[in-house]
């Protein structure tokens, strides 16, 4: 038996679930990506800057650092205070534990490699000193209420670390918690980071973080998530989590980067956390480190964070012609030795030339001597004799052999034998022969 009452009675429960629910909050969870996915509907393609944009290499010294520094893997962690956790005091304090990454700061060259903590939609604050491993973070201007923070490893350029392990993100609440001011746990939320210096130099450096947002691109059509990016009025899709380099005409002012996160189709997902803006301002000063095109071994140890290298001190001069070097070669084997082996060398070399010096010719006889008489005996077989008058010297002064020349000085020419026996010669106005000439003591006789 039909009831006519019970279709109405169905009816008015199905309105007044459809009006009720009407009024309730949608959250974007990780299912409002594909809500659509039953539709015949495409995801919206990506785009490559367009207009005055120009995506270009990064520096040189960027490339330097990332290099240098792939051989690190930061691992970066919350301590205190438990996610999700109330603080009751006027400050907050936030402690991290940072391993495998070198902080530091060079007062030249500028920030090395940091850690990075934004809480809601602050400025970022950046760290580059630790008690060890630790990090400890105290602000004291922070309203009563709801915040969320990320923290992240970063390069000396700002850029963050896209390793798992490498960037914490949590909310805390100060005194009380106050619903619907943060985005549900699960719910995606989109940080922008800024370039170290948050001034706008070029190249630009475009980069961001994405909270709980799904893998794409596993396979053709999957896209759920779009990152419209704006510049200066030009705008682009990226479909993928990687910081970007761009050039603009906009070279010396500032520059406002807009970053919204779109569901596959196009659509805003709770623009109220994912609409973000920030103003980068002029630059100004001196470029930093990383915006050289080239670092020394030296500049790129110190803003890495690794220990320099020991470099032995090098005197450079100009290289000298082939010519020159050979003449050097030269005189080093020409230099003369010691002096006192230059005068033994010169005694030997004396004493060499006397000892092969050949024997003088006998001397020919006086023309009163008769042919029975004794010959004359050579020099150098006669007894000493009385030293003659000044003007005629004496036979042992002939017969002394010539002091020693250094090695510095020219080795006398030999003389011609005729040339020897003249000055050997005795030149006496005496006759007779020379035995006739000498007392029995071997004195000579005086006239």
Known sequence: MRRPGLKSIWAVLLAAVLLLGAGLPVHARPGFFNRDSGSAAKPLPSSAPSGKLQEVAPPGAVQQLRQKLQQH?????????????????????LRFEIDDW?????????????????????????????????????IDDLEAGSHRFSAWAAYPWGEAVQAPGASVQ????????????????????????????EQGLQPLL?????????????????????????????????????????????????????????????????????????????????????????LSESQLARLSGSPEPEVLEVVESTPEPPQKTEEKQQKKTEQPLDLPQAEIKAEAVVKDEVETKPEAAPQPKAP?????????????EQPPA??????????????????????????????????????????????????????????????
């Open 73 to 93: 893997r930061p691992s970066l962690r919350l301590i205190d205070p438990s996610n999700d956790s109330i603080v009751t005091s006027d400050a907050l304090e």
């Open 102 to 138: 070198p902080l530091s700061s060079d007062p030249e060259l500028g920030l090395g490699p940091h850690v990075v903590l934004q809480i809601d939609n602050r400025a970022p604050l950046r760290m580059s000193e630790s008690d060890g491993n630790r990090l400890k973070v105290r």
């Open 170 to 197: 949590g909310r805390v609440h100060l005194w009380q918690k106050l619903q619907g001011t943060q985005p549900e746990r699960d719910a995606p939320w989109l940080v922008p980071v800024y370039p170290a210096g």
């Open 206 to 294: 475009v980069d961001w973080l994405i909270w709980n947002a799904p893998l794409q691109n596993l396979r053709e059509g999957d896209g759920r998530w779009r990152l419209r990016i704006s510049i200066d009025g030009d705008s682009f899709l990226v479909d993928h989590q990687e910081a970007l380099w761009l050039k603009g005409s906009n070279s010396a002012g500032s520059h406002d980067i807009q970053m919204e996160l779109l569901n596959g189709l196009g659509e805003p997902i709770t623009p109220v956390f994912n609409n973000q803006l920030i103003h980068l301002k002029a630059a100004s000063g001196a470029k930093p480190g990383w915006m050289r095109p080239r």
């Open 368 to 380: 009163e001597e008769s042919d029975g008489q004794e010959p004359e005996l050579p020099l150098a």
């Open 386 to 447: 009385e030293q003659p008058p000044a003007e005629q010297p004496s036979k042992a002064e002939t017969a002394r052999p010539t002091p020693a020349t250094t090695a510095t000085e020219k080795p006398a020419e030999p003389q011609q034998p005729a040339e020897e026996e003249t000055r050997l010669m005795p030149s006496s106005s005496l006759g007779g022969s020379a035995r006739e000439l000498l007392n029995s003591d071997g004195r000579l006789r005086k006239p």
